[in-house]
């Protein structure tokens, strides 16, 4: 009974460490909700870039990254190149869209950008905008871009701001707008146009003072100020020429290497938050156990660094996996998942793994039986579903970006770990008596049963030997009355109504009890 009363209380005791530990993966897992959801959404923005569709509001775009892939190139190898240059160019319109909302996003800032095609006042080609930011619905004056992939950049530059003989430059219709370069070939690019305009305006000096033509000193003296305006409308794309190919070329992996960069800045900032949620708890319970003297300085300063460490590796991994799975959801075509991705749940699947990990390792190593399982496998379920909405009230109530969250959830996984195992404990003591019932029913059927046999039996036999009883008692009296001195028939008489009762008499006749009287040395049995 001792051995058996040790493994409750082991078990017991283990239950309860893996409750804590729960509560405490709960609670670095959602002290970067809020980073999941935020960076989920940014990963989200590549998504969209690629598939061309978003499916939270059910816009069509333009062109995505997939369709742009499916164009067409020259079937002359050296235009085939050309075709792939001027492709990868809307391809880096649609990355640097979505890099640019996903940043937004990232930041907390309301702006967004989009390209012209996607908008009804442009329409489709826009001859001068391809790119424009947007505020609450209302495009930001001063933000359109037309982004150019070329590859001689100074060449660009001339075709836009200097003015010929015989009228306007290819693309004049560019001045005024800012241009948008690859990242290549920004460096040095707004000094070049401010050079330029210089040595213009020195030749258009040195031409007016030889008295040479008006109209050729005002129009090198126009093309120098076209110049000086092209030099502050110089922006940089964000994307290098080869990165811009390389999204044509190989939209899938682009926009999974996006994802997987974006995801690892949530993981490093839920690390942050994880290990100081983590830390602070690992904290006040090392402390709380050197005031109990559970544990020394050393090993309480050893446990503190572990514990930290851990709960930075959990805040990491939340928010790394966390994000993708939160992007996934949202640009889903499920409505279940859609709905699902604006819960806490990305946040809890790390620490879902975990915690169904641990008791599916201690069900399979035999220290917890299947129906032991399946009860950690319900508490935990129903901890993880309350800490997700706390979470959400505690967030609400503590408007802090990761703290309001995480103390909501290890409430609500408290809360609801005490409750559910009251239910259990309650469920356990109604099975118990239920039990209990079963087998005081099934003992009372035997016994009603074995009474039914008893009875059975007992009308038998009085069926059968009382008859005889009273026949043989009722010849048994009649011989004692008679007056007849015959001795043996009365000893003969007497035996046998012995033996109808069980007893078996010393002597059946007088000649057997004369002959003991005279020889036998035995005891006289009355």
């Not at 489709?124 to 992939?149: L, P, S």
């Not at 930290?308 to 959801?329: D, P, R």
């Not at 239910?423 to 003591?429: E, I, N, V, W």
Request: hydrophobic share 40%; aromatic share 6%.
């Amino acid at each position: 009974m001792k051995n058996k009363n040790t493994s409750v209380s082991q078990r017991d005791n283990s239950e309860k460490e893996e409750i804590t530990k729960d509560i405490l993966r709960t609670g670095a897992a959602l002290s970067a909700s809020e980073t999941v959801h935020r960076f989920g959404s940014a990963n989200a923005e590549f998504i969209k870039g690629y598939t061309g569709v978003d499916q939270e509001t059910g816009q069509v775009f333009s062109k995505g990254l997939a369709k742009i892939f499916t164009h067409k190139l020259n079937d002359d190898p050296e235009k085939a190149v050309a075709n792939i240059k001027q492709q990868a160019g809307f391809s880096a319109e649609v990355a640097a869209t979505s890099r640019d909302n996903a940043e937004a996003i990232i930041h907390r800032s309301k702006i967004r950008t989009s390209r012209s095609d996607d908008l009804p006042q442009y329409g489709k080609n826009h001859n001068i905008v391809d790119r424009v930011q947007i505020f609450d619905g209302n495009i930001i004056e001063g933000t359109q871009t037309q982004m150019k992939f070329v590859g001689n950049r100074n060449e660009l530059f001339k075709n836009i701001a200097e003015d010929t003989k015989k009228g306007n430059s290819k693309f004049a219709r560019y001045r005024g707008t800012k241009l948008e370069l690859p990242s290549e070939q920004v460096p040095g690019a707004s000094e070049y146009c401010t050079s330029k305009a210089q040595a213009l305006r020195q030749q258009a000096e040195k031409v007016a003072s030889k008295g040479g033509p008006a109209d050729v000193v005002e129009r090198l003296r126009k093309n120098a100020e076209n110049y000086n305006q092209l030099a502050t409308n110089i922006k940089d794309s964000g994307l290098t020429t080869e990165q811009a190919i390389f999204y044509r070329q190989h939209p899938k992996i682009a926009t999974a290497l996006d994802m997987t960069r974006t995801s690892h800045r949530a993981g490093l900032e839920g690390a942050t938050y994880g290990a100081a949620i983590g830390g602070g708890i690992a904290l006040l319970q090392n402390i709380f156990a050197l005031a109990q003297n559970e544990k020394n300085l050393g090993e309480a300063t050893t446990d503190l660094a572990i514990d930290t460490s851990k709960a930075g590796l959990m805040g990491y991994g939340t928010a790394f996996v966390g994000s993708g799975i939160k992007s996934v959801m949202q640009q889903s075509g499920n409505t279940a998942l859609h709905a699902l991705s604006k819960t806490n749940a990305p946040a809890l699947v790390v620490n879902v793994c975990l915690s169904l990990g641990s008791s599916v390792k201690r069900y399979i190593a035999g220290d917890i039986t299947e129906s032991q399982f399946l009860a950690e496998v319900g508490e935990k379920g129903a901890g993880m579903l309350s800490s997700g909405m706390m979470a959400a009230l505690g967030q609400l109530a503590i408007p802090i970006p990761f703290v309001g969250a995480a103390i909501g959830g290890m409430i609500g996984y408290t809360l609801s770990s005490l409750f559910y195992q009251s239910a259990l404990d309650s469920a356990r003591a109604v099975e118990a008596s239920r039990d209990m019932l079963a087998r005081t029913r099934e003992i009372q059927t035997a016994a009603r049963e074995r009474m039914a046999q008893e009875q059975s039996s007992l009308d038998a036999f009085i069926r059968q030997e009382v008859p005889q009883l009273v026949q043989e008692t009722q010849a048994f009296f009649f011989l004692i009355q008679s007056k007849s001195t015959n001795v043996d028939q009365l000893a003969a008489g007497i035996n046998r109504f012995a033996n109808l009762l069980g007893k078996n008499l010393q002597f059946e006749n007088f000649q057997e009890f004369d002959d003991f009287m005279l020889n036998s040395e035995e005891p006289l049995k009355l």
